[in-house]
């Protein structure tokens, strides 16, 4: 049984939790790769879906370490970010790994134009925001 006036302090969170939401993001489906052969580079395909573009807080995860893994037989590092995105955002979808969350602005300028993947989305109806996990693939 919940408490009385838990849903009250709970409201109140996640106010507080928007208030620290300073990041803008979009987070967006990208289709299939698309390779130049002018260049020879590989870039992801135009949107299949564009699921939400707003406030967020981008930050790393404490316990990441940048973990060191070779694609395409170069060494890539995985940083491990934690997005929340406010928990009444309305979004067109929901998210699946493989999506893309791109920072539009940040009051921390070396974050703008940040690009990472999802790599998971947290679910849970006493959250303060709504959690995704994402990486920095670089």
């Given at each position: 049984?919940?408490?009385?006036g838990?849903?009250?302090?709970?409201?109140?969170c996640r106010?507080a939790?928007?208030?620290?939401?300073?990041?803008?993001?979009?987070l967006?489906?990208?289709?299939?790769d698309?390779?130049d052969?002018?260049t020879g580079?590989?870039t992801?395909?135009?949107?299949?879906a564009?699921?939400y573009?707003?406030?967020?807080?981008?930050?790393p995860v404490?316990?990441?370490?940048?973990?060191?893994?070779?694609?395409a037989?170069?060494p890539v590092?995985?940083?491990?970010?934690?997005v929340?995105?406010?928990?009444?955002?309305?979004v067109?979808?929901?998210?699946?790994?493989g999506?893309?969350v791109?920072?539009?602005?940040s009051?921390?300028?070396?974050?703008?134009?940040?690009?990472m993947?999802?790599?998971?989305?947290e679910?849970?109806?006493?959250a303060t925001?709504?959690?995704?996990?994402?990486?920095v693939r670089?």
């Amino acid at each position: 049984m919940i408490a009385p006036g838990f849903e009250e302090f709970l409201a109140r969170c996640r106010v507080a939790a928007e208030d620290l939401q300073r990041d803008r993001i979009r987070l967006w489906m990208p289709g299939p790769d698309v390779f130049d052969r002018a260049t020879g580079t590989t870039t992801p395909g135009p949107p299949t879906a564009d699921y939400y573009t707003g406030q967020a807080r981008v930050k790393p995860v404490a316990a990441a370490s940048g973990e060191e893994v070779v694609a395409a037989d170069r060494p890539v590092t995985l940083t491990d970010f934690e997005v929340s995105v406010p928990w009444a955002a309305t979004v067109t979808g929901r998210p699946v790994p493989g999506a893309v969350v791109d920072v539009l602005t940040s009051p921390d300028s070396r974050m703008v134009g940040l690009r990472m993947w999802v790599t998971s989305i947290e679910f849970n109806s006493f959250a303060t925001a709504w959690r995704i996990r994402a990486e920095v693939r670089s």
